[in-house]
C-alpha cells in the first residue's frame, strides 16, 4: 500500500500549489511480468507564483491579529467551523495598504495506494504499463481570511469586504471540487510508457509517472477553483456590486458549463459524476444575503 502525505494550496489570488510525496523501495523481476509494488516516502514541491497587482503574502504562515467570531452571524460561525476558517486582521505593509481583503485556503491531501508494474524490454528500452488501484483519498480543508488592519472596528463582521470574503470560502468549501478530485484519483487510467535509451524502469521512475498524472489531475481541480474565485470577482466587482441571481450563481459553479468554461481538461471523465445525487444534491454553503446589497441597505458609506 502507497502511503501519500500532500497538500496543496489553493488561493483566492495567487494560486500556490505543493505536493509531498512519500516514497521508497522497489523490487522488480525480469520481463515482462507484473509486480504489487508498495513505496514509503520523500519530497516534492511546486509553487506557483502569485499575480503581480495583487497584494500578497510573503508565506501561508497566520501571523495576524485573530478576530473575535463572538459577534459573528450564527451562519458565519457555522462556516467559520465547517471550513476551518481563521479570521484575523493583518498590517504587512504592501497587504494593509491596498484596502482589500484576503482569502487563502488549504487542501491536505492522505492518500495510499496499491500500484502494479508490468515491464518489457525492446530494441533496448523498457516499455511500462503501470495500474494503481485501491485509492483510498482523505482531504483536510483549512483556510485563513484576512483583513487590513485598517479596517479594524467594533463592527467588522458588519463589513461587506469581510462577507466578501466568505463568498470566496464558499466556493472552496463547496463540496463538488472534493468530489470530483477523488473521482479522478480513483479512476486513474493504466500509464503506459516507453522509456528513453538507458533509462531503467526503477522505483524513482515509476513513481515519477505515477506522479506526474496525479499532479496533472489534482491541478486541474484547482484551476476550476482558481477560475471560479476570478468569475466571483469580475461579477461582484471585487464584492462591491451584487451578483446577479446570486443563488443560481453559486449553484451554477462546477456544472459541465462551468467546467467547459474553465477548460477543465477531464470533464468527459466526469459526467456520470456531474449526473450523480451527491452531486446535484451538495449542499452550497454561501452566505443567503449577498454582501454588496447588505452594505447598501446599512450604510450609504460602505464599512
Known amino acids: 500500500m502507497t502511503n501519500h502525505r500532500s497538500r496543496f494550496t489553493l488561493r483566492k489570488f495567487d494560486a500556490g500549489f505543493c505536493f509531498l510525496v512519500l516514497l521508497g523501495l522497489v523490487t522488480v523481476i525480469e520481463p515482462p511480468q507484473t509486480v504489487a509494488q508498495k513505496t514509503a516516502s520523500a519530497p516534492s514541491k511546486v509553487t506557483l507564483l502569485p499575480k503581480k497587482e495583487e497584494p500578497k503574502k510573503s508565506d501561508d504562515s497566520s501571523s495576524g491579529e485573530p478576530i473575535p467570531t463572538v459577534n459573528a452571524s450564527d451562519e458565519l460561525k457555522k462556516i467559520i467551523g465547517d471550513g476551518n476558517v481563521k479570521v484575523e486582521y493583518d498590517s504587512e505593509g504592501e497587504f494593509a495598504k491596498s484596502g482589500r481583503g484576503w482569502a487563502d485556503f488549504h487542501l491536505q491531501e492522505d492518500r495510499k495506494y496499491r500500484f502494479d508494474l ?46 466578501h470574503e466568505f ?128 452594505a447598501e441597505a446599512k450604510s450609504p458609506d460602505r464599512r
Open 118 to 163: 508490468q515491464k518489457q524490454k525492446r530494441q533496448g528500452r523498457w516499455q511500462v504499463r503501470i495500474t494503481v488501484s485501491n485509492v483510498e483519498e482523505k482531504i483536510m480543508l483549512t483556510h485563513i481570511v484576512r483583513m487590513p488592519a485598517q479596517k479594524k472596528s467594533p463592527d467588522i463582521w458588519e463589513s461587506w469586504l469581510l462577507k
Open 167 to 294: 463568498d470566496h470560502v464558499a466556493i472552496s468549501l463547496d463540496p463538488r471540487p472534493k468530489i470530483l478530485l477523488i473521482h479522478l484519483l480513483k479512476t486513474l487510467p493504466p500509464i503506459e510508457r516507453t522509456l528513453d535509451v538507458g533509462e531503467e524502469p526503477t522505483n524513482d521512475v515509476i513513481k515519477r509517472l505515477i506522479n506526474e498524472q496525479l499532479d496533472k489531475r489534482a491541478k486541474s481541480i484547482r484551476d476550476v477553483m482558481i477560475h471560479n474565485n476570478q468569475t466571483l470577482d469580475n461579477i461582484s466587482h471585487h464584492g462591491t456590486a451584487p451578483i446577479p441571481k446570486r443563488a443560481d450563481f453559486f449553484r451554477s459553479l462546477y456544472t459541465k458549463d462551468n467546467l467547459a468554461q474553465a477548460k477543465f481538461p477531464y470533464l468527459e471523465n466526469v459526467l456520470k459524476v456531474l449526473d450523480s445525487p451527491d452531486y446535484q444534491n451538495a449542499e452550497l454553503r454561501y452566505l443567503p444575503s449577498d454582501p454588496a446589497e447588505d
